[in-house]
Structure formats: structure tokens, C-alpha cells
């Protein structure tokens, strides 16, 4: 074993009752390509059958027999490393019975070797167990199988069959790496409560002398035996001679004189209280004592290190001294004030002396457990704080469970008037006065602050300065709780939130601040309330019905609205979220809640196309609510969103609604040569017979764009419209079925000086009546009807109301060829 840090003589917290395990603190991230995880993921399906087979017989390490085996290993550990020296250096004259011994602790090493091959170990970065045999046997190849399996080799007997040669009897120190277990051991030892530390420390520091001790005694002993039996007087066993007594022939005595004879040079050496009549002889043994006394130097400065530490570094007083020269050199080299030096002095004699709280017991304890020992010494003083009357449980828990304590002893200015406050005090014991500071530097007590009183709260939650000075008159215990903790507890629990301010508005209605008060937790409210809305609304956003479960039972109104008028259950309907919008209905949201834009929840839905809410809302009893219909609906058209048009229709949009020139979504439909939306409005029953304030109707629109298709599907409409309403008006059916035109003598591209005026003539039946009526007024013969792009027209149903024709002769039409 060898000398460990002095850092090892700091003792423990005593009041832990259970063995601490060690853990490492630094987990590292681990970072592999997708390449790598998919051939690790094949490997392990490939071998899953053979591992499943063997994972049976894996050990877990707090298995009661491997237990009890760890103790027995032990044993033959610390005989292993106790005999290897002697084995070493007593190799001429060591007792056979030993041989035997070793022989039985290397079959009990080699048992070990198998064990480890099927143990169980923690993960050091994830603190999992880990039960893959693959991994247990990689991971204990890599640490201690190599030097495990070298020392289980018989080297005594390697050293006969390689010629008694002394370098291969150098490898027995392998052994040694046994020792491994008996550190563990005493680490293990310093670990358990339930052994006295200080008792652990001194009995391992009398195990690493001894053993140190121990060693030397058996290479001083190998120093005398490698000479030749000739000049064994020219050792330093050799040419000792104890009264009448004679070592000249050392390797005849008895062993056991032998090797406390050995033990005793050593421990001399090692104290270097002078050698008398036993020192070195030749040079060896010279060069050994030397780097041996070497070694002393820095093993004793170790035991005298830990044996001091252990006495000394535990005192209480010997801290406290030393924190107050640092203290007091800090303060030298910043000049401090007198004042804030007393300050400082009283309060690390508070700490040191008294017996009031020490924060760094707690500080090992895991944070569960510390909530619930916060919980049972503050909460009785935090539920009559009246501040926080009226408040829920789960509000005075999470305020409770982020309290640290304090002491301040007395004349100590707690907190100045007119600085920026980042902490609430709430007082458990003792005594202390606000005192405001006028103008001209006079003190006047506002008031006092006792038991269950709390301070700190106006500058925190009306962003103001601090109004007064709070200064210490008695001993005080106080409970402080940070600005930022507090804050973040009150977004959460927004109805006690309210509830504190309205407490905060009782007791301080007596001040003369009152109003300013009063104006600044209306603010923070309303800013609080807006907040929260938008949080309402994000969570409908995201689809998070837990949150929003939680931010309304917090006191969030989810019939509040954003700034743009939008509601919750808009946001939801755009996004899809049947479950919140579900919800939303269910704690009362208008269902037809109107946003500035005039838009409804429905009609969210139906703009995102998300016809399962549509479905939802409808039978929920939402209605469409869609204002301006006619131009919402022409524009719909007009970009050629059918889905849209679909959807308002469905949901009893009108289909005749008109924009501001009075023009239905089929007249925009017919215009711009959209079929399928003319067929689509003509099926939910728009007017092939609507007016437009030019008098312009659907089916006009369609004759002018000239497609048969388009007029075809309109008289269609036209005749079903007329069978389906008989009693409308004859002025309708003759607009709709007589059209006139006007037909120009000449060709529209002939020259400007050949033309002439025109006439206006109603629209026969056959395109033969319409060129003899041209033929009649204008005397002279045609034989077709042109437009004005210079196409003929060959069928009447292809001339729009209005039109302007061309009749030219046929001479004209030879001149243009």
C-alpha cells in the first residue's frame, strides 16, 4: 500500500447512516456515428441468444455469497502480499509447510480470476449496472486481468525449470498487486459510519509502517543471501555478533530469529536512531540503505502528515482561526471600516461559536431530502406569515422548499433605503425596525418586525426601491428566499400570486405610499394577466394539454384574449388541436368568439383546412360568422382555392353574397374561365340570374368569354334555376333572354376612312336571320358576322349582350386578303 495525499485525514460527516458508495462526479457525453450504432445494434442481435444463455450466471455485486467471498479473498490477499517478500528473500530457508499455504492461496486467486469474469459492475458515467458478459470481460481485461493472471503463475517452479536464474525470481513482486484488495478494503473502511474514522486512519498507518517495514526486513535479508557462502561474514547478518552470540552462519538458525533479526535492522534503519553493532558491510547493502533511508524521509513526513491532520485539522477552534486572518488580511488590504469590520468579526464568530445552524451539513443530502427537512422546521412560521394568507399548500410548499437561513446579530443594517432589492426575509426569531432617513439625514422608525413578519416584498414586487431601512435590534433568525425563486413561483401560481398581492395592499394600507402602491400592483397584475394569455394561448399553439391543464388550474381565464382578439380556442381551431379545442369549450369558451380581424374559431379551422375540427366545432354549435362574405368569397374564387370554397359553403356561407360592385363569386367564376368553381357555386345554388351594378349577370359574363362550354353549363343552370322559382319576374327572363348587339357595316381591320356608323339590332335565333337583318339595313350582302379580333362567329349563342359586330361586304373581304 502506498502513501496516499494528506487531503485523506479530512474526517466525514458523522451523522450519515448508511456506507457511502463512491461516485465519480464527471459524466462524459458520448458521441459515435450512425455507422458505428447500427454495427454495434447488428453484433448485438447476432450474439443476444448466446448472452441471454450466459447473463444467468452473472453475479451481482451486493450478492450475499460474493460477499462473503470478498472476505475470504481478503484474507489470502493480505497473506499474498505479506509472503511474497518473505518468499522472496527467505527462498533458501523458508519453511516447506509455507510453500503448501501458498500453493492453496493461488488456486483461490485463480477461482477469483473466473469470478471476475462473471460480476456485475456500475457504470461509472451512466451509474448503471451493467450484465452484458461481453462487456464484463472487456472491461476487465482492460484493468486487472494481465497483472491478476501473471501472479497466479508458479514462479518457483518457472525459476527451477529456467535454470535458477535470480532475474526470473524478480517477477514474483507481481504479486504485490494484490494489495489492490486490502486498499479497497480499508477504503471501504473509512466509508462505514459505524466504524470510529480516526480509529481506521491509525490502524491503516500502522498497517503501511509495518508492512514498509516488513518488506525491507526481506530484501536486507536477499542482500545477505546472494553472496556466496564464503563471504557471508562480509554481510551485515553475517558479521553480527550479540553478545556471545554469533550470526556467522545465519542460514542455520532458526527462521523465525532469522527474520525478526531482519525486522529489527529495518525498523532501526527506518527510525535512524543509530545502527550499533548491526550495520552495512559492502556496497550493496550500502547503496540499498541509502535509497531505503531515502524513502523514510518522505514515509515518515506521510504518517506524521496524516497522524497530525488527524489530531489537529478536525478542531473546530483551529478553522475558526484561520478563516479570521484571512478575514482580517482581507480587511487590512481593503481598508475596510470599522463598522463593516465588526460586521464581518460578529458574524464569523457566529458561525464558529454558536450552535445556531452550519448550512454545509446539509449540503451532502440529496435535494428531496433537504425539501422535506425545510418543510417540517419552516413551513409553520412560513403559513402565518401575512403575506402569504390564504395562499394554497402547494404555494407555501414550493416557497418553503427554496428558504435558506440566516442569523444577523445586532446594529446590523439588513437592507438600505433606496437600493435595488434581490431578496425577501421572513423573520423565525428576533427583533428588528424600518427606519426611513428624511432629507436632512434624520431617523424616524416606521415600523417593527417580529415573529412571522416579512420584509423585502414592496421592492420586489412593485420594482421599487427600497422605501426604508431595516435594521437589526435583537438576535435575529430570518429565512431568505431570492428575488428570482420567488418571481418564478408566482407565473406559476397565478391565483396565489393575486392573493399575495392583495395582502400586500391589507397590510399596508396604513402608509402614506399607498397609492403609488396601489397603481403599481395594478400594473404588475394587468402585465401579469397579459403574460399569462399569451402563455395560455402558446400552450393551444403547441397542442401541450398538460400545460395548459396546469396554467388554468394556476388561475389562468382561458376566455382571455391576445391583442389581436384571438382566444385560445382561435388558436387551437388553426392549429389543428382537437383535444384542447375540446377542452377549451368544455371550461366555457365562446365557441363563436369573434377576433378583430372578424374571424371565428370555425372559420380558423377552415382556412388550415383541418376538416376534423371543423366537424368538432360545428357540433359544438359554431357557426361561420363570416363577414364581408361576398368579397372573402369572390377572393377565394379568384385565387382558385376550391377547398376554402368548398368548406364556407358547406358550412352555409351564401353563395350569392356580393362584393362592393355587387358581383356574386360566379360572376368572378364565369369571368375568369373557372369551370370547376362555376360548377361547385351553381351546385350550392348561386344565381345564374344576379345583377351587378353594371346590370352585368353570371350568364352575360359567360357569353362575353365566349366558351361553349361555360354557356352551355349556364343555360343549364339557367332552365333549372327557372323550373325550380316560375314565379320570377318576366323583366328577368327577358334580360336573360333576349340580348342585342351592334353590327358595323365594314371590317374591323379595313382602313378608318371606309367606316361607318352601325346599328343596334336584337339577336335572332340563327346566325342566317342575323345576316339577313344586317343585309336589310345596311343594303349590300355579307356572307359571315365577325367580333372585333376579326373571328367569324358561326353560332349565335356565342354573341355576348352588347357586343360589337362587323358585317363586312364581300369585296371588303377580298381588299384584305
Given at each position: 500500500m502506498g502513501p496516499r495525499s494528506s487531503d485523506d485525514g479530512d474526517d466525514p460527516p458523522m451523522e450519515i447512516e448508511y456506507e457511502v458508495q463512491e461516485i465519480r462526479d464527471g459524466i462524459d457525453d458520448s458521441q459515435g456515428s450512425r455507422f458505428a450504432l447500427l454495427t454495434r445494434e447488428f453484433r448485438a442481435l447476432r450474439h443476444r441468444s448466446r448472452e441471454e444463455l450466459l447473463i444467468r450466471y452473472i453475479i451481482h455485486p451486493d450478492n450475499r455469497l460474493y460477499q462473503f467471498w470478498t472476505h475470504f479473498i481478503l484474507i489470502w490477499a493480505v497473506h499474498s502480499s505479506c509472503f511474497t517478500p518473505l518468499e522472496f528473500g527467505f527462498f533458501r530457508g523458508l519453511p516447506r509447510n509455507l510453500f503448501f499455504l501458498d500453493i492453496a492461496g493461488q488456486i483461490a486467486f485463480f477461482a477469483d480470476i473466473?469470478?471476475?469474469?462473471?460480476?456485475?459492475?456500475?457504470?461509472?458515467?451512466?451509474?448503471?449496472?451493467?450484465?452484458?458478459?461481453?462487456?464484463?470481460?472487456?472491461?476487465?481485461?482492460?484493468?486487472?486481468?494481465?497483472?491478476?493472471?501473471?501472479?497466479?503463475?508458479?514462479?518457483?517452479?518457472?525459476?527451477?525449470?529456467?535454470?535458477?536464474?535470480?532475474?526470473?525470481?524478480?517477477?514474483?513482486?507481481?504479486?504485490?498487486?494484490?494489495?489492490?484488495?486490502?486498499?479497497?478494503?480499508?477504503?471501504?473502511?473509512?466509508?462505514?459510519?459505524?466504524?470510529?474514522?480516526?480509529?481506521?486512519?491509525?490502524?491503516?498507518?500502522?498497517?503501511?509502517?509495518?508492512?514498509?517495514?516488513?518488506?525491507?526486513?526481506?530484501?536486507?535479508?536477499?542482500?545477505?543471501?546472494?553472496?556466496?557462502?564464503?563471504?557471508?561474514?562480509?554481510?551485515?547478518?553475517?558479521?553480527?555478533?550479540?553478545?556471545?552470540?554469533?550470526?556467522?552462519?545465519?542460514?542455520?538458525?532458526?527462521?523465525?530469529?532469522?527474520?525478526?533479526?531482519s525486522l529489527y535492522f529495518a525498523i532501526v534503519t527506518m527510525a535512524t536512531v543509530g545502527y550499533g553493532d548491526i550495520h552495512a558491510v559492502n556496497i550493496r547493502e550500502m547503496v540499498f540503505i541509502m535509497i531505503y533511508v531515502s524513502f523514510d524521509m518522505i514515509l515518515g513526513a506521510y504518517l506524521i502528515g496524516n497522524m497530525t491532520a488527524l489530531i489537529v485539522k478536525g478542531s473546530k477552534t483551529e478553522r475558526f482561526r484561520d478563516k479570521m486572518k484571512d478575514l482580517i488580511k482581507y480587511m487590512n488590504r481593503n481598508r475596510l471600516e470599522k463598522g463593516i469590520r465588526e460586521q464581518i468579526k460578529g458574524h464569523v464568530r457566529l458561525q464558529y461559536e454558536s450552535s445556531y445552524t452550519e448550512a454545509s451539513v446539509l449540503q451532502d443530502i440529496p435535494v428531496s431530502i433537504r425539501a422535506k427537512i425545510s418543510e417540517s422546521l419552516y413551513k409553520p412560521y412560513i403559513e402565518n406569515v401575512q403575506l402569504f394568507k390564504g395562499c394554497s399548500s402547494d404555494f407555501i410548499h414550493q416557497i418553503v422548499i427554496r428558504l435558506r437561513e440566516e442569523f444577523f446579530l445586532p446594529g446590523e443594517v439588513i437592507l438600505e433605503?433606496?437600493?435595488?432589492?434581490?431578496?425577501?426575509?421572513?423573520?423565525?426569531?428576533?427583533?428588528?425596525?424600518?427606519?426611513?432617513?428624511?432629507?436632512?439625514?434624520?431617523?424616524?422608525?416606521?415600523?417593527?418586525?417580529?415573529?412571522?413578519?416579512?420584509?423585502?416584498?414592496?421592492?420586489?414586487l412593485c420594482n421599487l426601491p427600497q422605501p426604508f431601512t431595516i435594521r437589526v435590534c435583537e438576535l435575529c433568525r430570518l429565512l431568505q428566499l431570492d428575488k428570482q425563486s420567488f418571481m418564478n413561483i408566482l407565473e406559476i401560481y397565478f391565483v396565489d400570486a393575486r392573493t399575495v398581492l392583495s395582502n400586500l395592499l391589507e397590510s399596508r394600507a396604513s402608509n402614506t405610499w399607498i397609492k403609488q402602491l396601489e397603481s403599481d400592483i395594478t400594473l404588475h397584475i394587468g402585465r401579469q394577466e397579459s403574460e399569462l394569455t399569451l402563455k395560455v394561448n402558446n400552450a393551444a399553439s403547441h397542442g401541450d394539454l398538460h400545460h395548459l391543464k396546469g396554467l388554468i388550474r394556476a388561475g389562468a381565464d382561458p376566455k382571455k384574449t391576445d391583442y389581436d382578439g384571438r382566444s385560445a380556442l382561435h388558436i387551437a381551431a388553426s392549429r389543428g388541436h382537437e383535444d384542447i379545442a375540446l377542452f377549451l369549450i368544455q371550461e366555457g369558451v365562446d365557441v363563436n368568439a369573434i377576433d378583430k380581424y372578424g374571424s371565428t374559431p370555425l372559420l380558423e379551422a377552415i382556412k388550415c383546412k383541418h376538416d376534423l375540427m371543423v366537424t368538432l366545432l360545428i357540433n359544438k354549435g359554431a357557426i361561420l360568422g363570416l363577414n364581408d362574405a361576398g368579397n372573402q368569397l369572390c377572393e377565394a374564387v379568384s385565387r382558385g382555392d376550391s377547398g376554402f370554397l368548398k368548406r364556407v359553403l358547406s358550412c352555409g356561407a351564401d353563395p350569392n353574397s356580393k362584393d362592393y360592385d355587387h358581383r356574386t363569386p360566379l360572376h368572378i367564376a364565369a369571368c375568369e374561365g373557372l369551370y370547376l368553381m362555376a360548377e361547385l357555386l351553381l351546385e350550392a345554388g348561386a344565381s345564374v340570374f344576379a345583377v351587378d351594378r353594371w346590370g352585368t349577370t353570371p350568364l352575360d359574363e359567360a357569353r362575353k368569354r365566349g366558351s361553349s362550354s361555360f354557356i352551355k353549363l349556364f343555360e343549364n343552370a339557367k332552365s333549372e334555376e327557372l323550373l325550380k322559382f316560375p314565379d320570377r319576374s318576366q323583366e328577368v327572363r327577358d334580360k336573360t333572354q333576349r340580348r342585342k348587339c351592334t353590327i358595323f357595316p365594314f371590317h374591323p381591320w379595313g382602313p378608318s376612312d371606309e367606316r361607318r356608323e352601325g346599328i343596334v339590332i336584337w339577336v335572332p335565333k340563327t346566325m342566317k336571320e342575323l345576316i339577313n337583318s344586317a343585309e336589310q339595313q345596311f343594303k349590300c350582302s355579307g356572307s359571315c358576322i365577325l367580333s372585333e379580333e376579326g373571328g367569324k362567329i358561326p353560332d349565335v349563342d356565342l354573341i355576348a349582350d352588347g357586343q360589337r359586330l362587323y358585317m363586312p361586304a364581300d369585296t371588303d373581304l377580298t381588299n384584305v386578303d
Amino acid at each position: 500500500m502506498g502513501p496516499r495525499s494528506s487531503d485523506d485525514g479530512d474526517d466525514p460527516p458523522m451523522e450519515i447512516e448508511y456506507e457511502v458508495q463512491e461516485i465519480r462526479d464527471g459524466i462524459d457525453d458520448s458521441q459515435g456515428s450512425r455507422f458505428a450504432l447500427l454495427t454495434r445494434e447488428f453484433r448485438a442481435l447476432r450474439h443476444r441468444s448466446r448472452e441471454e444463455l450466459l447473463i444467468r450466471y452473472i453475479i451481482h455485486p451486493d450478492n450475499r455469497l460474493y460477499q462473503f467471498w470478498t472476505h475470504f479473498i481478503l484474507i489470502w490477499a493480505v497473506h499474498s502480499s505479506c509472503f511474497t517478500p518473505l518468499e522472496f528473500g527467505f527462498f533458501r530457508g523458508l519453511p516447506r509447510n509455507l510453500f503448501f499455504l501458498d500453493i492453496a492461496g493461488q488456486i483461490a486467486f485463480f477461482a477469483d480470476i473466473v469470478i471476475q469474469f462473471h460480476l456485475a459492475y456500475r457504470d461509472s458515467r451512466t451509474y448503471r449496472m451493467i450484465y452484458s458478459p461481453a462487456s464484463i470481460a472487456f472491461r476487465y481485461f482492460k484493468s486487472g486481468f494481465i497483472l491478476d493472471s501473471l501472479s497466479c503463475l508458479p514462479w518457483d517452479l518457472i525459476y527451477k525449470v529456467c535454470g535458477r536464474k535470480e532475474e526470473v525470481r524478480y517477477l514474483l513482486w507481481l504479486r504485490l498487486c494484490r494489495v489492490r484488495k486490502v486498499i479497497g478494503f480499508f477504503q471501504k473502511m473509512e466509508k462505514d459510519i459505524r466504524i470510529n474514522y480516526l480509529f481506521t486512519r491509525i490502524v491503516k498507518l500502522i498497517v503501511v509502517e509495518l508492512y514498509c517495514t516488513h518488506t525491507a526486513a526481506c530484501i536486507f535479508y536477499y542482500l545477505a543471501t546472494t553472496l556466496p557462502q564464503s563471504k557471508e561474514g562480509y554481510t551485515w547478518i553475517g558479521s553480527l555478533k550479540l553478545g556471545d552470540y554469533s550470526y556467522q552462519n545465519f542460514r542455520q538458525i532458526d527462521f523465525w530469529r532469522r527474520y525478526l533479526t531482519s525486522l529489527y535492522f529495518a525498523i532501526v534503519t527506518m527510525a535512524t536512531v543509530g545502527y550499533g553493532d548491526i550495520h552495512a558491510v559492502n556496497i550493496r547493502e550500502m547503496v540499498f540503505i541509502m535509497i531505503y533511508v531515502s524513502f523514510d524521509m518522505i514515509l515518515g513526513a506521510y504518517l506524521i502528515g496524516n497522524m497530525t491532520a488527524l489530531i489537529v485539522k478536525g478542531s473546530k477552534t483551529e478553522r475558526f482561526r484561520d478563516k479570521m486572518k484571512d478575514l482580517i488580511k482581507y480587511m487590512n488590504r481593503n481598508r475596510l471600516e470599522k463598522g463593516i469590520r465588526e460586521q464581518i468579526k460578529g458574524h464569523v464568530r457566529l458561525q464558529y461559536e454558536s450552535s445556531y445552524t452550519e448550512a454545509s451539513v446539509l449540503q451532502d443530502i440529496p435535494v428531496s431530502i433537504r425539501a422535506k427537512i425545510s418543510e417540517s422546521l419552516y413551513k409553520p412560521y412560513i403559513e402565518n406569515v401575512q403575506l402569504f394568507k390564504g395562499c394554497s399548500s402547494d404555494f407555501i410548499h414550493q416557497i418553503v422548499i427554496r428558504l435558506r437561513e440566516e442569523f444577523f446579530l445586532p446594529g446590523e443594517v439588513i437592507l438600505e433605503q433606496g437600493i435595488a432589492v434581490d431578496q425577501l426575509y421572513f423573520v423565525c426569531h428576533g427583533l428588528l425596525e424600518g427606519v426611513g432617513i428624511g432629507e436632512d439625514g434624520t431617523e424616524e422608525t416606521i415600523s417593527q418586525f417580529g415573529l412571522n413578519s416579512s420584509f423585502g416584498e414592496i421592492a420586489i414586487l412593485c420594482n421599487l426601491p427600497q422605501p426604508f431601512t431595516i435594521r437589526v435590534c435583537e438576535l435575529c433568525r430570518l429565512l431568505q428566499l431570492d428575488k428570482q425563486s420567488f418571481m418564478n413561483i408566482l407565473e406559476i401560481y397565478f391565483v396565489d400570486a393575486r392573493t399575495v398581492l392583495s395582502n400586500l395592499l391589507e397590510s399596508r394600507a396604513s402608509n402614506t405610499w399607498i397609492k403609488q402602491l396601489e397603481s403599481d400592483i395594478t400594473l404588475h397584475i394587468g402585465r401579469q394577466e397579459s403574460e399569462l394569455t399569451l402563455k395560455v394561448n402558446n400552450a393551444a399553439s403547441h397542442g401541450d394539454l398538460h400545460h395548459l391543464k396546469g396554467l388554468i388550474r394556476a388561475g389562468a381565464d382561458p376566455k382571455k384574449t391576445d391583442y389581436d382578439g384571438r382566444s385560445a380556442l382561435h388558436i387551437a381551431a388553426s392549429r389543428g388541436h382537437e383535444d384542447i379545442a375540446l377542452f377549451l369549450i368544455q371550461e366555457g369558451v365562446d365557441v363563436n368568439a369573434i377576433d378583430k380581424y372578424g374571424s371565428t374559431p370555425l372559420l380558423e379551422a377552415i382556412k388550415c383546412k383541418h376538416d376534423l375540427m371543423v366537424t368538432l366545432l360545428i357540433n359544438k354549435g359554431a357557426i361561420l360568422g363570416l363577414n364581408d362574405a361576398g368579397n372573402q368569397l369572390c377572393e377565394a374564387v379568384s385565387r382558385g382555392d376550391s377547398g376554402f370554397l368548398k368548406r364556407v359553403l358547406s358550412c352555409g356561407a351564401d353563395p350569392n353574397s356580393k362584393d362592393y360592385d355587387h358581383r356574386t363569386p360566379l360572376h368572378i367564376a364565369a369571368c375568369e374561365g373557372l369551370y370547376l368553381m362555376a360548377e361547385l357555386l351553381l351546385e350550392a345554388g348561386a344565381s345564374v340570374f344576379a345583377v351587378d351594378r353594371w346590370g352585368t349577370t353570371p350568364l352575360d359574363e359567360a357569353r362575353k368569354r365566349g366558351s361553349s362550354s361555360f354557356i352551355k353549363l349556364f343555360e343549364n343552370a339557367k332552365s333549372e334555376e327557372l323550373l325550380k322559382f316560375p314565379d320570377r319576374s318576366q323583366e328577368v327572363r327577358d334580360k336573360t333572354q333576349r340580348r342585342k348587339c351592334t353590327i358595323f357595316p365594314f371590317h374591323p381591320w379595313g382602313p378608318s376612312d371606309e367606316r361607318r356608323e352601325g346599328i343596334v339590332i336584337w339577336v335572332p335565333k340563327t346566325m342566317k336571320e342575323l345576316i339577313n337583318s344586317a343585309e336589310q339595313q345596311f343594303k349590300c350582302s355579307g356572307s359571315c358576322i365577325l367580333s372585333e379580333e376579326g373571328g367569324k362567329i358561326p353560332d349565335v349563342d356565342l354573341i355576348a349582350d352588347g357586343q360589337r359586330l362587323y358585317m363586312p361586304a364581300d369585296t371588303d373581304l377580298t381588299n384584305v386578303d
